[in-house]
């Protein structure tokens, strides 16, 4: 089973698509303005950041094949289209993480803004999707807390907690500084986002919500 995996994590529950995508294609765009300048001509000036665009495709079998990722918590093509069409009815973000097991993941809120589904003759009961997925950042007043996706164990694949026999790249303690989460201190430390539990479950009489972090705690590391 690859280590290659992509899920959605909504509500503190974590779904794993049971069939990887070829590929993921990442949009990021600059904002601009342009201005005429006596003797310059045009210039450009760039403005911001746009939000940042994520589009795959990924089929969602009817029956447990035997290239699923998910074969021991395997769910048929409809239950995953239920859920996607109860976000989005829900004007809801939800987050997307793409984990390849080597480098930085993708972990982000996400909005499902395009959603297309095709059922092939001969193919019966599968689907095939098409996503578009748009960056949300949250724009009310907030505290300076960080927010993590709170995994739950029981669904993320066995490949990836089985990674739990890893040693640390050092232990001791880790300060939380903005924008971190459990999520990337695992991954710092053991190569693994997945295993944000160990780390929690070592800081429990400091960290009373895996999904709430504050910059300036000191998080003892286990090795």
């Known amino acids: ?9 909504y509500e503190n529950q974590t779904y ?4 990887n995508p070829e590929q993921i294609e990442v949009k990021s765009t600059m904002s601009t303005e342009k201005y005429k300048v006596l ?15 994520y589009s795959f495709e990924c089929e969602l079998p009817h029956t447990a094949l035997h290239y699923v990722q998910t074969s021991e918590k395997f769910q048929n093509a409809d239950y995953y289209i239920n859920l996607f069409e109860k976000w989005r009815k829900a004007l809801t973000p939800v987050r997307f993480i793409a984990s390849n097991g080597i480098g930085d993941d ?18 019966e009961g599968d689907k095939y999707v098409s996503f578009g997925l748009t960056e949300y950042k949250e724009y009310g007043k907030k505290s300076n807390v960080v927010m993590v996706s ?16 890893l040693s640390a790249k050092s232990k001791g303690t880790h300060t939380v500084v903005k924008g971190e989460n459990l999520w990337k201190i695992a991954k710092t430390y053991y190569g693994n986002g997945a295993l944000y539990t160990k ?25």
């Not at 089973?1 to 899920?7: D, G, P, Q, R, V």
């Not at 972990?107 to 092939?120: A, G």
């Open 16 to 19: 794993r698509l049971p069939v």
């Open 106 to 123: 993708i972990n982000t809120l996400v909005l499902i803004t395009e959603l297309t589904i095709i059922e092939k003759a001969g193919e």
């Open 39 to 53: 003797k310059l001509g045009e210039v450009i000036v760039p403005t911001s950041m746009e939000l940042k665009e």
């Open 150 to 165: 709170n995994f739950s164990a029981t669904i993320v694949s066995k490949s990836i907690v089985a990674a739990s026999g």
């Open 199 to 223: 780390i929690y479950n070592a800081n429990k009489d400091k960290i009373k919500n895996p999904s709430l972090i504050y910059p300036g705690q000191v998080l003892t590391i286990p090795g």
């Open 1 to 9: 089973m690859s280590s290659y995996a992509i899920f959605f994590d």
